[in-house]
């Protein structure tokens, strides 16, 4: 079983910056996706950034150039790293790892989400 626990958010202006932690405790298996998603007020949870344990990054167009996630492995932990917030980043950012076997997913675990709030 994997608890992930998350922190870092809270209210900036825009053009601000955040750093997003999410540290995961129990066994991890070899292969790995951990990745940021957000739902803001009346969306969808969409995929924000992720990383393999290949370290192979993906991001949403939205948030390319501005953010940046990273990951370390000795401490189990995941990153986002967001620059030149805008208010239409306002949402609440949930951890996400999944761990899979020859392809197959075997668990999907999620942090409990921390609000992002960008305002003037």
């Known amino acids: 079983q994997v608890q992930l626990v998350e922190s870092g958010g809270g209210l900036v202006q825009p053009g601000g910056s955040l750093r997003l932690s999410c540290a995961a405790s129990g066994t991890i298996f070899s292969n790995v996706v951990m990745g940021w998603y957000r739902q803001a007020p009346g969306k969808e949870r969409e995929l924000v950034a992720r990383i393999t344990s290949g370290d192979s990054i993906n991001y949403v167009d939205s948030v390319k150039g501005r953010f940046t996630i990273s990951r370390d492995s000795a401490k189990n932990t995941v990153y986002l790293q967001m620059n030149s917030l805008k208010p239409e980043d306002t949402a609440v950012y949930y951890c996400?790892?999944?761990?899979?076997?020859?392809?197959?997913?075997?668990?999907?675990?999620w942090g409990q989400g921390t609000q992002v709030t960008v305002s003037s």
């Open positions: 996400n790892v999944r761990l899979y076997r020859s392809n197959v997913l075997l668990a999907n675990y």
